[in-house]
């Protein structure tokens, strides 16, 4: 299937490693060049050459903080410096620290905000009207599960993982008239960095090994297994592809039928 990626410009965040690494390596398979970002330049810069190795396409690598309003347009600025636009934006961000609410502060909650919901803000005020203009753009946001049915621990996340719903299912009811669809991809327990981390804070909490914490969360997946990255990166490259041009306001889980709820 020819998704009409070859040569689209895509900014996805956090590419360093994870979900984010992944979506950037499909996008690249398809032939869509890339502006990759992170907080570390030398990992970006490794993952950049490898990309460009393998495939036909152009990397731009900008290192930046995307709770700082500053770095973002340092970010959109220097894409489309290279590029001439930016046609598809990945946003995503790392989740923010576990705990129940008495435990978190003021200041965590304050720092989340700009991480989880300013971020897909300022990410997308800056590339939207370039998208409207040509009469075509994708916007994606990875969230997470807890959008749709909240994890015990993670009172941040579920928060502001439905705030970033929210804002993006009203945002795709204004720009769909200019060709420009706006979603959201829940990625469920996948192996990656972050839930090795989650893992561990809750297998030190409560004492037990960090592979108990994993049976717990296989048992409650109908798959009984952990998600890989690449399945989820297949997901995410189709929502921003050619032929994904009718699904918008949508928030679609890869999670191995881990959510219950019917919608």
Same mark, same amino acid.
């Given at each position: 299937?020819?998704?009409?990626?070859?040569?689209?410009?895509?900014?996805?965040?956090?590419?360093?490693?994870?979900?984010?690494?992944?979506?950037?390596?499909?996008?690249?398979?398809?032939?869509?060049?890339?502006?990759?970002?992170?907080?570390?330049?030398?990992?970006?810069?490794?993952?950049?050459?490898?990309?460009?190795?393998?495939?036909?396409?152009?990397?731009?690598?900008?290192?930046?903080? +995307?709770?700082?309003?500053?770095?973002?347009? *340092?970010? #959109?600025?220097? =894409?489309?410096?290279?590029? &001439?636009?930016?046609? !598809? @934006?990945?946003?995503?961000?790392?989740?923010?620290?576990?705990?129940?609410?008495?435990?978190?502060?003021?200041?965590?909650?304050?720092?989340?905000?700009?991480?989880? +919901?300013?971020?897909?803000?300022?990410?997308? *005020?800056? #590339?939207?009207? =370039?998208?409207?203009?040509? &009469?075509?753009?994708? !916007? @994606?946001?990875?969230?997470?599960?807890?959008?749709?049915?909240?994890?015990?621990?993670?009172?941040?996340?579920?928060?502001?993982?439905?705030?970033?719903?929210?804002?993006?299912?009203?945002?795709?009811?204004?720009?769909?008239?200019?060709?420009?669809?706006?979603?959201?991809?829940?990625?469920?327990?996948? @192996?990656?960095?972050?839930?090795?981390?989650?893992?561990?804070?809750?297998?030190?909490?409560?004492?037990?090994?960090?592979?108990?914490?994993?049976?717990?969360?296989?048992?409650?997946?109908?798959?009984?297994?952990?998600?890989?990255?690449?399945?989820?990166?297949?997901?995410?490259?189709?929502?921003?592809?050619?032929?994904?041009?009718?699904?918008?306001?949508?928030?679609?889980?890869?999670?191995?039928?881990?959510?219950?709820?019917?919608?």
């Amino acid at each position: 299937m020819d998704l009409g990626l070859k040569d689209k410009v895509s900014l996805v965040a956090a590419a360093s490693q994870g979900l984010g690494r992944a979506v950037a390596d499909e996008l690249a398979a398809e032939g869509a060049n890339l502006i990759i970002c992170s907080r570390r330049q030398d990992k970006l810069d490794a993952v950049a050459q490898e990309i460009e190795e393998r495939s036909s396409i152009r990397v731009a690598a900008v290192a930046g903080d +995307l709770s700082q309003i500053n770095d973002i347009q *340092r970010i #959109v600025e220097h =894409g489309i410096e290279r590029f &001439g636009r930016i046609d !598809i @934006l990945v946003t995503n961000i790392g989740g923010p620290p576990a705990g129940k609410f008495d435990s978190l502060s003021q200041q965590q909650w304050d720092a989340a905000a700009r991480s989880l +919901l300013t971020s897909v803000v300022a990410l997308t *005020r800056l #590339v939207l009207p =370039g998208m409207k203009d040509r &009469g075509w753009g994708r !916007i @994606l946001n990875i969230t997470s599960i807890a959008a749709k049915q909240p994890v015990e621990n993670l009172i941040l996340s579920n928060s502001l993982r439905a705030a970033v719903t929210g804002f993006a299912k009203t945002l795709a009811d204004e720009v769909a008239e200019f060709g420009v669809t706006v979603n959201n991809i829940l990625p469920g327990y996948t @192996l990656t960095e972050r839930v090795e981390q989650l893992a561990r804070t809750i297998a030190d909490k409560d004492g037990v090994e960090i592979d108990e914490v994993k049976r717990r969360w296989e048992a409650q997946i109908p798959m009984r297994r952990l998600g890989r990255p690449e399945e989820f990166a297949a997901l995410a490259v189709f929502l921003v592809s050619e032929r994904a041009s009718y699904i918008t306001g949508s928030s679609v889980a890869a999670d191995g039928g881990w959510i219950r709820g019917l919608f």
